[in-house]
Protein backbone atom coordinates (compact mmCIF):
# COMPACT_ATOMS: atom_id res chain seq x y z
CA UNK A 1 0.00 0.00 0.00
CA UNK A 2 1.36 3.50 -1.20
CA UNK A 3 1.94 6.39 1.38
CA UNK A 4 -0.26 8.39 -0.37
CA UNK A 5 -3.47 5.49 0.15
CA UNK A 6 -2.53 4.79 3.74
CA UNK A 7 -2.59 8.76 4.77
CA UNK A 8 -6.24 8.38 2.28
CA UNK A 9 -7.48 5.44 4.50
CA UNK A 10 -6.49 7.45 7.56
CA UNK A 11 -8.23 10.75 6.84
CA UNK A 12 -11.57 8.37 6.80
CA UNK A 13 -11.10 7.91 10.28
CA UNK A 14 -13.28 11.12 11.21
CA UNK A 15 -15.96 10.63 8.71
CA UNK A 16 -16.25 7.06 10.34
CA UNK A 17 -17.11 8.58 13.32
CA UNK A 18 -20.79 9.50 11.95
CA UNK A 19 -21.26 6.11 10.71
CA UNK A 20 -20.78 4.75 13.87
CA UNK A 21 -22.73 7.38 15.39
CA UNK A 22 -25.58 6.19 13.43
CA UNK A 23 -25.59 2.76 14.55
CA UNK A 24 -25.55 3.31 18.05
CA UNK A 25 -28.80 6.26 17.14
CA UNK A 26 -30.53 3.43 15.66
CA UNK A 27 -29.63 0.81 17.98
CA UNK A 28 -30.92 2.74 20.94
CA UNK A 29 -33.95 3.96 19.30
CA UNK A 30 -35.29 0.55 18.35
CA UNK A 31 -34.24 -1.43 21.22
CA UNK A 32 -35.44 1.05 23.92
CA UNK A 33 -39.05 -0.11 23.13
CA UNK A 34 -37.75 -4.26 23.67
CA UNK A 35 -39.34 -5.23 27.10
CA UNK A 36 -37.84 -8.10 29.22
CA UNK A 37 -34.90 -9.26 26.60
CA UNK A 38 -32.83 -12.58 27.21
CA UNK A 39 -29.67 -12.72 24.56
CA UNK A 40 -29.00 -16.19 23.71
CA UNK A 41 -25.75 -17.02 21.93
CA UNK A 42 -24.41 -20.06 19.89
CA UNK A 43 -22.54 -21.62 16.94
CA UNK A 44 -24.40 -20.94 13.51
CA UNK A 45 -22.81 -24.16 12.56
CA UNK A 46 -25.69 -26.52 14.46
CA UNK A 47 -27.83 -27.64 12.72
CA UNK A 48 -31.78 -28.34 13.35
CA UNK A 49 -31.38 -32.14 13.95
CA UNK A 50 -29.01 -31.16 16.35
CA UNK A 51 -30.06 -31.79 20.44
CA UNK A 52 -28.63 -28.35 20.89
CA UNK A 53 -31.04 -26.83 18.17
CA UNK A 54 -33.78 -28.27 19.77
CA UNK A 55 -33.03 -26.96 22.89
CA UNK A 56 -32.28 -23.19 21.97
CA UNK A 57 -35.91 -23.66 20.33
CA UNK A 58 -37.55 -24.91 23.51
CA UNK A 59 -35.78 -22.66 25.70
CA UNK A 60 -36.76 -19.47 23.41
CA UNK A 61 -40.41 -20.72 23.03
CA UNK A 62 -40.74 -21.08 26.84
CA UNK A 63 -39.26 -17.81 27.45
CA UNK A 64 -41.68 -15.91 24.75
CA UNK A 65 -44.56 -17.45 26.40
CA UNK A 66 -43.54 -15.95 29.94
CA UNK A 67 -43.36 -12.63 28.38
CA UNK A 68 -39.66 -12.16 27.45
CA UNK A 69 -38.37 -11.00 23.83
CA UNK A 70 -35.29 -12.91 22.20
CA UNK A 71 -32.02 -10.92 20.95
CA UNK A 72 -29.87 -12.81 19.01
CA UNK A 73 -26.92 -12.42 16.69
CA UNK A 74 -29.98 -12.81 13.20
CA UNK A 75 -27.55 -15.87 11.89
CA UNK A 76 -28.47 -19.62 11.64
CA UNK A 77 -27.98 -22.60 14.06
CA UNK A 78 -28.12 -21.94 17.49
CA UNK A 79 -29.44 -18.22 16.59
CA UNK A 80 -32.12 -19.46 14.25
CA UNK A 81 -33.76 -21.81 16.44
CA UNK A 82 -33.86 -19.27 19.51
CA UNK A 83 -35.20 -16.77 17.09
CA UNK A 84 -38.16 -19.75 15.62
CA UNK A 85 -38.74 -20.35 19.65
CA UNK A 86 -39.61 -16.75 20.27
CA UNK A 87 -41.50 -15.85 17.15
CA UNK A 88 -43.58 -19.03 17.29
CA UNK A 89 -44.59 -18.28 20.94
CA UNK A 90 -45.63 -15.31 19.69
CA UNK A 91 -42.61 -12.77 21.49
CA UNK A 92 -40.60 -10.72 19.98
CA UNK A 93 -37.66 -12.18 17.86
CA UNK A 94 -34.91 -9.47 17.60
CA UNK A 95 -31.64 -10.01 15.56
CA UNK A 96 -28.61 -7.85 15.39
CA UNK A 97 -27.17 -8.81 12.32
CA UNK A 98 -23.00 -8.14 11.85
CA UNK A 99 -22.19 -7.36 8.03
CA UNK A 100 -18.92 -8.83 7.32
CA UNK A 101 -16.92 -9.97 4.10
CA UNK A 102 -18.99 -13.57 4.18
CA UNK A 103 -22.31 -12.14 4.03
CA UNK A 104 -24.57 -13.73 7.42
CA UNK A 105 -27.99 -13.87 5.83
CA UNK A 106 -30.28 -13.19 8.56
CA UNK A 107 -32.67 -16.27 9.91
CA UNK A 108 -36.89 -15.77 8.76
CA UNK A 109 -37.92 -15.95 12.29
CA UNK A 110 -36.67 -12.36 12.83
CA UNK A 111 -38.88 -10.16 13.63
CA UNK A 112 -37.23 -6.99 13.92
CA UNK A 113 -33.94 -6.68 12.42
CA UNK A 114 -30.97 -4.07 13.26
CA UNK A 115 -27.79 -4.55 10.99
CA UNK A 116 -24.33 -3.50 12.13
CA UNK A 117 -20.81 -2.75 10.79
CA UNK A 118 -19.44 -2.50 13.55
CA UNK A 119 -18.57 -5.40 16.48
CA UNK A 120 -18.31 -2.80 19.25
CA UNK A 121 -21.19 -1.11 18.56
CA UNK A 122 -23.56 -4.19 18.16
CA UNK A 123 -22.08 -5.23 22.14
CA UNK A 124 -23.45 -2.31 23.18
CA UNK A 125 -26.85 -3.50 22.09
CA UNK A 126 -26.54 -6.66 24.02
CA UNK A 127 -24.98 -5.55 26.60
CA UNK A 128 -27.00 -2.33 27.15
CA UNK A 129 -30.65 -4.29 26.84
CA UNK A 130 -30.47 -7.86 27.91
CA UNK A 131 -31.65 -8.89 31.13
CA UNK A 132 -30.42 -12.28 31.28
CA UNK A 133 -27.14 -13.87 28.79
CA UNK A 134 -28.08 -17.77 27.91
CA UNK A 135 -24.94 -19.05 26.03
CA UNK A 136 -24.80 -22.20 24.17
CA UNK A 137 -22.56 -24.34 22.77
CA UNK A 138 -20.59 -21.90 20.28
CA UNK A 139 -17.18 -21.04 18.93
CA UNK A 140 -14.96 -18.02 19.08
CA UNK A 141 -18.17 -14.97 18.42
CA UNK A 142 -19.53 -17.31 21.38
CA UNK A 143 -16.52 -17.21 23.60
CA UNK A 144 -15.88 -13.72 22.88
CA UNK A 145 -18.99 -12.74 24.32
CA UNK A 146 -18.79 -14.76 26.95
CA UNK A 147 -15.56 -13.31 28.15
CA UNK A 148 -16.47 -10.00 27.67
CA UNK A 149 -19.96 -10.48 29.47
CA UNK A 150 -18.37 -12.03 32.09
CA UNK A 151 -15.68 -9.61 32.42
CA UNK A 152 -17.97 -6.38 32.31
CA UNK A 153 -19.99 -7.80 35.41
CA UNK A 154 -16.97 -8.74 37.37
CA UNK A 155 -15.94 -4.95 36.66
CA UNK A 156 -18.85 -3.84 37.21
CA UNK A 157 -19.65 -1.73 33.84
CA UNK A 158 -22.80 -3.21 33.60
CA UNK A 159 -25.19 -4.23 36.08
CA UNK A 160 -25.19 -8.17 37.33
CA UNK A 161 -27.55 -9.85 35.31
CA UNK A 162 -28.20 -13.87 34.89
CA UNK A 163 -25.20 -15.30 32.98
CA UNK A 164 -25.86 -18.67 31.90
CA UNK A 165 -24.34 -21.89 30.67
CA UNK A 166 -26.65 -24.13 28.76
CA UNK A 167 -25.48 -27.62 27.77
CA UNK A 168 -23.39 -28.25 30.89
CA UNK A 169 -21.37 -30.99 29.83
CA UNK A 170 -20.10 -28.94 26.47
CA UNK A 171 -18.67 -26.10 29.13
CA UNK A 172 -16.92 -28.81 31.40
CA UNK A 173 -13.40 -28.19 29.53
CA UNK A 174 -13.14 -24.65 30.14
CA UNK A 175 -14.19 -24.60 33.64
CA UNK A 176 -11.57 -27.34 34.43
CA UNK A 177 -9.34 -24.80 32.60
CA UNK A 178 -10.57 -21.83 34.98
CA UNK A 179 -10.09 -24.20 38.13
CA UNK A 180 -6.73 -26.02 37.42
CA UNK A 181 -5.33 -23.01 35.28
CA UNK A 182 -6.92 -19.63 35.92
CA UNK A 183 -7.41 -20.09 39.44
CA UNK A 184 -4.10 -21.77 40.63
CA UNK A 185 -1.92 -18.91 38.76
CA UNK A 186 -4.15 -16.76 40.48
CA UNK A 187 -5.43 -15.41 36.83
CA UNK A 188 -8.95 -15.61 38.66
CA UNK A 189 -10.46 -15.73 41.89
CA UNK A 190 -12.65 -18.79 43.10
CA UNK A 191 -15.51 -15.87 43.31
CA UNK A 192 -15.13 -15.62 39.29
CA UNK A 193 -17.01 -18.95 39.16
CA UNK A 194 -20.00 -17.69 40.92
CA UNK A 195 -20.35 -15.07 38.03
CA UNK A 196 -22.20 -17.20 36.15
CA UNK A 197 -24.42 -20.66 36.39
CA UNK A 198 -25.59 -23.77 34.43
CA UNK A 199 -29.03 -25.34 33.46
CA UNK A 200 -29.99 -27.91 30.72
CA UNK A 201 -33.51 -27.24 30.61
CA UNK A 202 -35.88 -24.32 29.48
CA UNK A 203 -37.54 -24.47 32.95
CA UNK A 204 -33.91 -24.49 35.12
CA UNK A 205 -33.15 -21.10 32.64
CA UNK A 206 -35.90 -19.88 33.65
CA UNK A 207 -36.37 -20.09 37.38
CA UNK A 208 -32.93 -18.84 37.19
CA UNK A 209 -33.70 -15.32 35.63
CA UNK A 210 -36.99 -15.47 37.52
CA UNK A 211 -34.94 -16.32 41.00
CA UNK A 212 -32.33 -13.66 40.20
CA UNK A 213 -35.15 -10.43 39.74
CA UNK A 214 -37.49 -11.67 42.83
CA UNK A 215 -34.17 -11.42 44.69
CA UNK A 216 -33.54 -8.08 43.59
Same mark, same amino acid.
Given at each position: MSTFIREEYK???????????? *??????? %?? @????? =?? !???? /?RRIKPTHPYYELA #???? #???????? /??????? @????? !?????????? =? *? @? %?????LIPHRQIPNPYITKLL??????????????? /?? =????????????? *??? *???ALVESQRIERVPVILAC???????????? #? /????NRTLTKDCLKLFLFADTPQTIYKIIKDFYKRR
Open positions: LQDTWRIFRIMS *EFVEGFE %VL @SGIKK =AV !AIFG /S #YKTA #YFLGKKGF /SILTGAG @SGIME !AANKGAKEAG =A *E @S %VGLNIEFKYFFVRKVMFAKY /SR =AFIFFPGGYGTLD *ELF *ETLRDFWKGIIEWFK #Y /SCIK
